[in-house]
């Protein structure tokens, strides 16, 4: 029998919630270098293990090691197992945006940032894990968050995305999706809104889309474009 090891790991306080009650077998999604998706019944519904080289998902465990552990996955009684390696909780960390003022910035990053229209058919448009519809579609309910928008444009998605996700998108998609409802986020959204916000300038602004487009191959410009929606609806 192998011997068990134990490995702290970086996740938010939803997810080490989660990952409490009786142990439930996890369906693999996904294996990849960098990360390793699964189902569960739990939280919005995927937990993905990572490594350090993974963009830190609001669904995520974020371990150490930049080799991954694998095997069957058992989530619950406060850890996550993959295989003979047990995961607990480590470092607690927030993935809830915070509130944000009216951006400054707005008309810079515009010019980079091609306009969107948000509506109903973004919803599982586009192929891969997360389509960019989807994607579009959690930028922009970050962004309400972060803005305080209380506009029936917002109100709307939040519908959406509680009553179809599951039947329109992929699994990870429609988890993600949830978190976004919630305001939660990855760390280069946030990084973004930061920038759109402040007064440092145009440098700080190309840093910011710069690290938030090379979020996936097509994600991270269409999260951008979800956020300047939000940007001009708050402006």
């Known amino acids: 029998m192998a011997t068990m090891r134990t490995k702290p790991a970086c996740m938010t306080p939803r997810i080490r919630d989660a990952i409490t009650g009786g142990p439930v077998e996890a369906t693999v999604l996904g294996r990849f270098p960098a990360a390793l998706y699964v189902a569960v019944p739990r939280a919005f519904g ?58 400054r ?33 959690a930028g922009y309910l970050v962004g309400a968050t972060a803005y305080g928008s ?31 409802a919630a305001g939660e986020t990855i760390p280069q959204v946030s990084g973004l809104l930061d920038a759109l916000g402040g007064s440092e300038g145009r440098h700080s602004l190309d840093r910011a ?14 999260l951008a474009s979800g956020v300047v929606a939000a940007a001009r609806m708050a402006a």
């Open 46 to 103: 995927v937990l993905a293990i990572l490594s350090p080289a993974a963009v830190r998902l609001p669904c995520g465990v974020q371990v150490l090691d930049r080799q991954l552990p694998v095997g069957d996955v058992v989530v619950g009684d406060g850890t996550v197992r993959v295989g003979s390696v047990v995961i607990r909780a480590g470092r607690v960390v927030s993935a809830r945006v915070a509130r944000r003022p009216v951006p």
């Open 209 to 222: 889309l710069a690290d938030l487009h090379a979020v996936g191959h097509t994600s991270g410009a269409a």
């Open 150 to 180: 209380t506009d029936q444009a917002a109100d709307d998605v939040r519908r959406l995305v509680e009553s179809q996700a599951a039947q329109c998108t992929t699994t990870l998609s429609a988890a993600l999706l949830r978190h976004a």
């Open 105 to 137: 910035q707005l008309a810079e990053v515009q010019r980079v940032v091609a306009p969107v229209d948000i509506d109903a058919g973004l919803l599982g448009r586009g192929p891969g894990l997360t389509p960019s519809g989807d994607d579009v579609l």
